[in-house]
């Protein structure tokens, strides 16, 4: 039974989004645009040079020689401190399909792997799309800092939630200075998660944004519409990786 509930996760998702898509006949919303893959990768404390300089020699000319484009990769600088995060773009499923298949018949690939693996203690991952109106990301994402933010949100809220989000949430967050990438919604991985990426230039900037933001009426508004809807809400702080001086 567990294994069943899990399976239908995505479809249940797709089915609560707002109808801002194409549906076929039978209601369902059907996936369009592209897809982000996002890794976390767990990094063992005395190989962290080590793998950067892996992934900078090795490891990004043959990600991007699959068809890959990459987002971002940064490093946590508040939450698991060895973990670092990397985003990709690719057009759809299939094209990430393609990819797998071609790194998987690389040797070259197979002897960077070889290589990696000892240098990490685990790897997780997960697929997103753009929710609606999101904001999508820029390839090679500028912003000095990123706070990646999760919203856990139950799954009979989530279509009202997307909706806050659209019409009233993300406007309101843009006319008080911030800048969200987003949302994102789960289209394999953890349905309850909807993802944000809020860049910054400084954390001083972030400071003075929410202090000025914490004192107006938006702010109660806005977050009592999230605790109406939120399970919880996750944050890290994440800076550029060796990776993103390529």
Request: hydrophobic letters at 40%; aromatic letters at 10%; one cysteine or more.
């Amino acid at each position: 039974m567990q294994r069943s509930i899990l399976f239908l996760a995505p479809l249940l998702l797709f089915l609560c989004l707002p109808a801002t898509k194409p549906q076929g006949a039978n209601g369902m919303t059907a996936p369009q645009g592209k897809v982000y893959g996002e890794w976390r990768i767990r990094v063992r404390p005395d190989k962290g040079a080590q793998y950067d300089e892996l992934i900078r020699s090795q490891g990004l000319p043959l990600f991007k020689a699959a068809g890959g484009r990459m987002v971002g990769w940064w490093k946590t600088q508040i939450g698991d401190l060895y973990e670092q995060l990397t985003i990709w773009e690719y057009d759809n499923m299939a094209a990430f399909q393609r990819a797998v298949e071609q790194l998987g018949s690389d040797q070259k690939f197979a002897e960077f792997a070889a290589q990696r693996d000892p240098l990490l203690s685990g790897e997780e991952s997960r697929f997103l799309r753009l929710g609606p109106q999101a904001i999508a990301p820029k390839l090679h994402e500028p912003a000095p800092f990123v706070i990646h933010e999760i919203h856990r949100v139950r799954l009979a809220d989530l279509s009202s939630y997307l909706e806050y989000m659209q019409t009233k949430g993300l406007p309101m967050l843009h006319q008080h200075g911030f800048s969200p990438v987003g949302p994102l919604v789960v289209d394999v991985g953890d349905s309850s998660e909807v993802t944000y990426l809020f860049r910054f230039e400084s954390l001083a900037e972030r400071e003075r944004l929410i202090a000025e933001f914490s004192q107006k009426r938006a702010y109660q508004d806005y977050s009592r519409e999230l605790a109406a809807r939120c399970q919880q809400v996750v944050t890290r702080l994440l800076v550029p990786a060796a990776a993103m001086r390529e």
